[in-house]
């Protein structure tokens, strides 16, 4: 087995505000194996954002580590950081708000190669035709300002533009959600391509637990700052380990008039962050709780290969899920 | 045969703009039965959300009816076209017989007034009753709508609610008049999928205990399987096929509704099956072809569809605006 591109260890990162401290990410640890997709799915507030602008370090962690390719990125002095940023990059959510307007898409995606300065501006020309034709556009749209293109056309812009430092690793925050469903499916089909192309590994950031199993080769699920479940894709969606997961995989209306609903719907909102449930943090929402999900945090059961469980009620979900089999 | 209380025919909406008129809706027609829900269903810039504008009386200055009808029948049995009606006769409309559900739950609420008190507006407006009477009948809607503790919720502003909460108070002022058409225009959207789960579940369960027509707007595929009875799916100004829910996703008629149903992620599907993409974008309203709209996205165009192509019978139940009599199976890029 090869050493994964990613470590990450009992990341936090916690937020003080006057009326106390946000718990946005709290000991999360997983490992990204090389050329793999792994997914971060979790509802608004979940923290998967935070957690992926902190693996990147754009913002400091408040403890732990990420180990990128075997070194710790939050021990690096600003000068080794910087060098290290060529290896990774990002996607963002909206592609309005993430291309500066009074660039041209050539600008926009020659940017990165200037501040490291790589190659002449005709070589960085260069680049950035074939660029936007691996990604789907026209070497001629470099002209081009961002206003000119469609909303999928500019993320495929966004995309071009994280590819230009030839990333080993690109965190995708959300790329997809804002597009229209039948331009989602040709962006999800466009980083299915690079990876494959390029072997690149990937942390894709979803609230949409069916884009991510479209997608990811692994999914961590998050609530309230904590990863709930982390497992292979297929495992996680299709028989999730954790109550949370469940929930979440049965909440999701299915594009089929004839399936049986038999929806288990939770009750109440995700409870504040300022002061999160003792213990589990799911517990005041989660059908099977008990006494002593309150006591302490649970440890990650191991339910499957590569597949860990943050509950400590795992023996009373399988005894559910037999009786709703049989 | 349901009675029909909602029958849009051949709906044409333009827009003033800078060079003349934009035609934003050029061929709308669907019929909605009593007590049932039809899904209006389509991607950004289709029309949905101005079709719904239409029906409410709501578009906006530069906007206008240009064309067809909006035939609407109230609770004592009189069918009124919508599209011809004034100001002041939509004002008696909105509440008791027609009312509306945005996708934006913070910016469709005042922040300055409580909930009780914008909830209580609509009653305030349409039905006599003194302070207390109306103050209690609130109450009563706020629990129809499942929040808790309504009886001090009630003096809440807003900002004190969450999303999943405030989108209950919109549904809770859009049906305490008890109307007999609720449009609801993306009203799960902007929630996360297990707030979306409640509001679904509550929606389902006002319409047939209060026995409402719903004009159910949204873009997503699993929320129509969900919800509706019947479906018009719209594509750049036109409804392109409408039928009951079932036919829609088991007996496609329209290249277009084939090709968005290939474009969602399902769960369980075998790992690497891609999922096949509609090429190309939606064509500005500006820069419409001529004859099908969505011939330059499809698989199966041929030269007969540079000439127009209005929505025709395919079966008893269902219709579609394409040439084609029979739908091929869409092919695989390889």
Redesign the interface.
């Known amino acids: 087995m090869t050493e994964p591109l990613l470590r990450i260890r009992n990341l936090s990162k916690h937020f003080p505000t006057p009326r106390g401290t946000v718990r946005a990410v709290e000991d999360v640890s997983f490992d990204i194996p090389r050329g793999s997709i792994t997914g971060l799915v979790g509802e608004s507030g979940s923290g998967k954002t935070t957690l992926g602008r902190t693996i990147l370090r754009l913002t400091e962690p408040t403890s732990g580590q990420t180990i990128f390719d075997g070194q710790d990125l939050n021990s690096l002095e600003p000068a080794a950081m910087r060098l290290m940023r060529r290896r990774m990059q990002i996607i963002f959510q909206d592609p309005v708000s993430s291309l500066n307007p009074r660039l041209k898409v050539e600008q926009v995606i020659a940017e990165g190669l200037a501040a490291h300065g790589i190659g002449k501006r005709a070589e960085r020309r260069k680049r950035v035709a074939a660029l936007l034709e691996e990604v789907g556009l026209q070497a001629d749209h470099m002209r081009r300002y961002p206003h000119e293109f469609s909303g999928g056309q500019r993320q495929r812009i966004g995309i071009a533009r994280a590819l230009a430092l030839e990333p080993e690793f690109i965190v995708a925050d959300e790329s997809v959600s804002a597009l229209d469903v039948s331009i989602q499916a040709q962006v999800l089909n466009l980083l299915l391509e690079l990876r494959e192309r390029r072997n690149l590994t990937m942390l894709f950031i979803a609230h949409d637990l069916s884009v991510v199993e479209y997608l990811c080769d692994r999914i961590a699920v998050m609530y309230l700052g904590r990863v709930m479940e982390f497992g292979p894709g297929a495992a996680v969606s299709t028989r999730p380990m954790h109550p949370y997961t469940q929930a979440l995989n049965s909440a999701i209306p299915r594009p089929d008039p004839h399936a049986v609903r038999d929806r288990e719907i939770l009750t109440g909102d995700i409870p504040s962050p300022l002061d999160p449930p003792s213990g589990c943090v799911f517990r005041t929402r989660c059908p099977i709780a008990r006494d002593i999900c309150g006591q302490s945090r649970p440890d990650p059961q191991e339910v499957g290969v590569e597949h860990h469980s943050y509950c400590k009620r795992i023996e009373a979900l399988n005894e559910r899920r037999a009786s709703e089999d049989a | 045969m349901t009675e029909t209380i909602l029958d849009v025919r051949d709906l044409r909406v333009a827009f003033g703009a800078r060079r003349g008129e934009v035609t934003a809706l050029r061929d709308v027609s669907f019929t909605l039965g009593r007590g049932r829900t039809l899904a209006l269903v389509g ?2 810039g289709s029309g949905k959300s101005v079709t719904s504008l239409s029906l409410m009386g709501l578009l906006p200055p530069n906007g206008r009816i240009s064309g067809g009808q909006l035939l609407f029948t109230d609770r004592n049995g009189r069918t009124r076209d919508l599209s011809t009606l004034k100001q002041r006769d939509f004002r008696a409309l909105r509440g008791p017989e027609l009312s509306m559900i945005f996708q934006e739950p913070m910016s469709s609420l005042n922040p300055l007034f409580t909930i009780g008190d914008q909830i209580g507006e609509m009653l305030w407006l349409h039905v006599p009753m003194s302070d207390a009477d109306r103050r209690k009948r609130v109450i009563e809607m706020l629990e129809l709508v499942e929040i808790p503790a309504a009886a001090s919720r009630v003096d809440q502003y807003p900002h004190e609610l ?1 999303g ?2 405030r989108q209950r108070v919109m549904i809770a002022m859009a049906i305490i008049c008890e109307p007999r058409l609720l449009i609801a225009d993306e009203p799960t959207t902007a929630l ?7 509001i ?2 509550l929606m389902r369960r006002l319409q047939s205990d209060l026995g409402m027509s719903i004009l159910f707007i949204t ?8 919800m ?1 009875d019947d479906v018009a799916v719209m594509y750049a100004g036109a409804v392109v096929e409408e039928a009951p ?2 036919r829609i ?2 007996h496609t008629r329209h290249p277009y509704t084939q ?11 075998a ?1 690497g099956e ?6 190309g ?1 939606v064509p500005p309203l500006t820069a419409l072809p001529p004859g099908c709209a969505f011939a330059p996205r499809c698989p199966f165009s041929e030269p007969r569809c540079d000439k127009p192509v209005q929505l025709s019978r395919k079966a008893a139940d269902h219709r579609a605006a394409c040439i084609l009599d029979t739908l091929p199976a869409r092919p695989v890029p390889a």
């Open positions: 991607e950004s969450s999943g909460m996360d999928v297990t707030i979306q789960a409640q679904l579940d873009h997503d595929m699993g929320v129509v399987a969900e509706a829910v079932d996703f088991d090709g968005l149903l290939a474009s969602i992620p399902r769960p369980g599907r790992h891609r999922l096949v993409p509609i090429p974008t």
